[in-house]
């Protein structure tokens, strides 16, 4: 449902190619073994673009509480370890170019703005989303709509 609470976690980087499958079933059987006191949550995960891994849960039968959100916390960190990546840094932001998905970190995001190669209405990707109808409709919204605005 719309109300199903989202977690993004943005990677500085883009995982690489061969190693997205793996990713993937990674957070596939994290999200199935997933629980909250005992009881399995209603829990959905995947990787976007190489480099957002989402998990999702449908708090309407058991809500995740802190410890299964510590759980989110260790296996993400375990991930973050064994492919060298940064899952935690809020200071990176992605966008689109054309087709492609580009990561700066904050310095690099800003610079490219005061240089004119992002603008205004470059797509920006926002991963402080809360539920499920956010991520549908507002993942990726113009700069000017974002907060990432503030960060130019």
Known sequence: PDTTRVWIYQSNRPFAGDQVDQVKEEIRAF???WTSHNRNLKAFGDLLHQRFVILMVDESSADASGCS????VYFLKNLQAKYGVDLFDRMFFSFKDGEEVMT???NSFAQAYQEGHINDDTLVFDTLVKNK???DQALLKPLKDSWHKRMV
């Open 104 to 106: 700066l970190d904050r």
């Open 69 to 72: 959100i510590d759980k989110s």
């Open 31 to 33: 999200v199935e073994s």
């Open 133 to 135: 109808k956010e991520l």
